[in-house]
């Protein structure tokens, strides 16, 4: 019988390994163009769209949250930079994770759990080719890179809809809402949210394609492991982002 403890303890160490592996594989030739580039496309066809949606009432709900709880402080002036530093610094990352996990990471793993099963993986192997090379690196810097560019598309769009529902249905002050958060935003701010949307994407892609790489069991074998890869990945979101968060607010002085 075997020890819950112990599986999950060899499948950390598994992809901890697998993590090595892809960082010491980047910087190997030949690299795989035609295979990132088709990646970076799928990545953001399939997570464009969503992303630019969810993000929307995002920057809705905290503006509308913010300013009514402003407001019942009667520090209505402050909303804009509160709401806007909230979409920067936590939304804008965690909602281009989410999406590039759910979406991008799922695709990731159903693709390279297929080939596994299929055996394209062992022929690769045979045949001295690296699947991680080969497959692995180019998805996770395709990953890498188009968090990096949806984390600014919520930013843009959560700050705009912010500024739609805080002045137009809570009846806000333009000026106010603008002159508060460039009074307190800083551009660091900006630099660790892209820098967060890099590391989730790079998480994302890794776990992704450790699950698709030990998928076993046919395609319900698959199928577990997609949405296996999706759970853990979320799990380990929440866990980085508290982490670069306390970081950020100890190495970074902030606006008085």
Do not use: H
């Not at 066809?45 to 630019?52: D, E, H, R």
């Not at 530093?85 to 759910?102: K, N, Q």
Request: proline share 4%; net charge positive; charged share 10%.
């Amino acid at each position: 019988m075997s020890n819950p403890a112990l599986g999950a303890l060899r499948q950390s160490g598994s992809l901890f390994a697998l993590v090595l592996d892809t960082v010491r594989a980047l910087p190997r030739r030949p690299f795989q163009t035609k295979e990132f580039i088709q990646q970076c496309w799928f990545i953001a066809s399939v997570t464009i769209v969503p992303t630019a949606l969810v993000s929307i009432p995002f920057g809705a709900v905290i503006a509308l949250q913010l300013g009514t709880l402003t407001r019942q402080l009667g520090a209505q002036s402050f909303t804009g930079a509160a709401s806007v530093l909230a979409v920067i610094r936590e939304a804008s990352p965690i909602v281009t994770a989410l999406l590039i996990a759910g979406a991008g990471g799922s695709a990731i793993c159903a693709d390279l759990g297929s080939r596994k099963i299929r055996e394209e993986i062992d022929a690769m192997e045979v045949l001295g080719i690296s699947p991680i090379q080969r497959l692995v690196v180019p998805r996770v810097l395709a990953a890498m890179l188009v968090a990096l560019l949806l984390n600014g598309l919520v930013s843009v769009v959560g700050v705009a809809g912010g500024y739609f529902f805080n002045v137009i249905i809570q009846g806000g002050t333009p000026g106010a809402y603008i002159a508060s958060f460039t009074a307190l935003a800083q551009l660091a701010d900006l630099w660790t949210s892209e820098i967060k949307a890099v590391i989730f994407g790079f998480i994302a892609a890794v776990v992704a394609s450790y699950k698709g790489l030990t998928a076993g069991g046919g395609p319900k074998g698959v199928g577990d492991a997609v949405n296996q890869s999706v759970v853990i990945t979320f799990m380990f979101l929440f866990v980085v982002n508290f982490v670069a968060s306390a970081i950020y607010f100890q190495v970074v002085p902030q606006k008085i």
